[in-house]
T-cell receptor, first 113, second 108 residues
Framework: GAGVSQSPRYKVAKRGRDVALRCDSI?????LYWYRQTLGQGSEVLTY????????KSGRPSGRFSAERPERSVSTLKIQRTEQGDSAVYLCASSPNRDSEAFFGQGTRLTVV | DAKTTQPNSMESNEEEPVHLPCNHSTISGTDYIHWYRQLPSQGPEYVIH???SNVNNRMASLAIAEDRKSSTLILHRATLRDAAVYYCTTGANSKLTFGKGITLSVRP
């Protein structure tokens, strides 16, 4: 069956511009997560939501990050005023509930120039 | 969040068992222990998770120390496709953080 899909796979953005990254999660999964992964530093969770159409603003590392969930299986991670330090792979994952295994997408590699 | 420590790398021969250790000395009583692995240019893939008892699935076994301060992921017969970065992490999915993981190399 279809897994978690992310688009685009690669994104180049000019510093200061806003970007939006899309995630299509697995149908029926309740919990959805966004992670940021940098080379040699591991991954950190940016935001997660556990309900339909929730706008979550966990905002790590700052309020520039937010996620919207217009449909149960679709989420958009928005990064405002991108900085060069935002260059990373952004991973989306979903799970049936918060204690089940998480299924990850292939990620979007964002490069801020 | 409980911090985990893993060796940076490990090598194994094909078709031999592999034991990947992880220390999580500050784990809380309700935190699960999760293992994921990641191949280049792919997202992490779930391997196994457990709470207190040892766990087995088709991919691997998870041996959890009695005090839960450490665990070992066991691949019973390593294949070349098992070469990946393996992450040990603890806590609920909502707080999963992956460190640098352990890079497993498998020699043919």
């Amino acid at each position: 069956g279809a897994g978690v899909s992310q688009s685009p796979r690669y994104k180049v953005a000019k510093r200061g511009r806003d970007v939006a990254l899309r995630c299509d999660s697995i149908s029926g999964h309740v919990t959805l997560y966004w992670y940021r992964q940098t080379l040699g530093q591991g991954s950190e969770v940016l935001t997660y939501s556990q309900s339909d159409a929730q706008r979550d603003k966990s905002g790590r590392p700052s309020g520039r990050f937010s996620a919207e969930r217009p449909e149960r299986s679709v989420s958009t991670l928005k990064i405002q005023r991108t900085e060069q330090g935002d260059s990373a792979v952004y991973l989306c994952a979903s799970s049936p509930n918060r204690d089940s295994e998480a299924f990850f997408g292939q990620g979007t590699r964002l490069t801020v120039v | 969040d409980a911090k985990t420590t893993q060796p940076n790398s490990m090598e194994s021969n094909e078709e031999e068992p592999v034991h990947l250790p992880c220390n999580h000395s500050t784990i809380s009583g309700t935190d699960y222990i999760h293992w994921y692995r990641q191949l280049p240019s792919q997202g992490p893939e779930y391997v196994i998770h457990g709470l207190t008892s040892n766990v087995n699935n088709r991919m691997a076994s998870l041996a959890i120390a009695e005090d839960r301060k450490s665990s070992t992921l066991i691949l019973h017969r390593a294949t070349l496709r098992d070469a990946a970065v393996y992450y040990c992490t603890t806590g609920a999915n909502s707080k999963l953080t992956f460190g640098k993981g352990i890079t497993l190399s498998v020699r043919p």
